[in-house]
């Protein structure tokens, strides 16, 4: 059974950074797709970035490009998300979610976490 697990989500300054990491497990994405998405109270779930298990393609959406960047450590079996720059606007519950597909893009993803919220206030 896969299962992922997110941490990492704080409170942080406008213009902070934070790091998220997502470990998964009861598999191995060796050909597969990670991708973070985000959910503010009120609004729709919407696509950050994603990236490929086996040659680290990566994707982003035009809102978080040049400020946040996505990552893998094989070994760990776990991605990042490096926030930068962080803007109140991108305060929200960050979910890592998961596919077999090596299609880096925002749709198509079985497998998804519970979630770990960011807060972007002074």
């Known amino acids: 059974q896969v299962q992922l697990v997110e941490s990492g989500g704080r409170l942080v300054q406008p213009g902070g950074s934070v790091r998220l990491s997502c470990a998964a497990s009861?598999?191995?994405?060796?050909?597969?797709?990670m991708g973070w998405f985000r959910q503010a109270p009120g609004k729709e779930r919407e696509f950050v970035a994603s990236?490929?298990?086996?040659?680290?393609?990566?994707y982003y959406a035009d809102s978080v490009k040049g400020r946040f960047t996505v990552s893998l450590d094989n070994p760990l079996n776990t991605a990042y998300l490096q926030m930068n720059s962080l803007k109140p606007e991108d305060t929200a519950l960050y979910l890592c979610a998961a596919k077999y597909s090596s299609v880096v893009s925002a749709a198509g993803y079985p497998y998804w976490g519970q979630g770990t919220q960011v807060t972007v206030s002074s």
């Open positions: 990236i490929s298990w086996n040659a680290g393609l990566t």
């Open positions: 009861g598999t191995t994405f060796s050909s597969g797709t």
